[in-house]
């Protein structure tokens, strides 16, 4: 099913501001960021960055640094996708910003066949990483 262009931007556009909302979620300070994973026209996963479950909600050392063990919203949408009965074959992440190389190596493995982000992180080979695999990649602009 093909989406008309001007409709496609505009459902685009509605979906990464959902995203950036769910991106307030997060306890980080740092860097708050969110993902949603879309199918269908309908959100199949959501996740934000953080901690694992069990874990206290603090994303940052003593020392101002991100902890070892903080996920990315793109983990966590995928890592909770995987336990439902829901797939992410052919689906859209929508993510707030651009995608790590390990993140990026999850969402070829998910199946997701197209990634609309908002900010370009500083360092860009996990999105070279999805055009390499043949990941229609979007970058947009978006005000909350």
Avoid at 56 to 79: G, R
Avoid at 83 to 99: D, E, F, M, R
């Amino acid at each position: 099913m093909t989406v008309n262009p001007d409709k496609q931007k505009l459902l685009d556009l509605r979906y990464l501001r959902m995203a950036q909302i769910w991106a307030e979620n997060s306890y980080c300070k740092r860097r708050q960021v969110g993902a949603l994973i879309v199918k269908d026209k309908m959100i199949i996963s959501d996740g934000y960055n953080g901690t694992p479950m069990g874990f206290e909600n603090v994303c940052e050392d003593e020392a101002d640094h991100t902890k070892a063990y903080v996920l990315h919203a793109e983990a966590n949408a995928i890592t909770k996708v995987a336990q439902s009965n829901n797939s992410s074959l052919g689906a859209t992440l929508y993510v707030t910003t651009s995608p790590c190389i390990e993140c990026s190596k999850l969402i070829i493995q998910s199946g997701i066949r197209r990634v609309v982000y908002g900010e370009v992180y500083r360092i860009t080979d996990g999105i070279e990483l999805l055009q390499r695999a043949g990941i229609e990649c979007v970058q947009m602009n978006v005000e909350c």
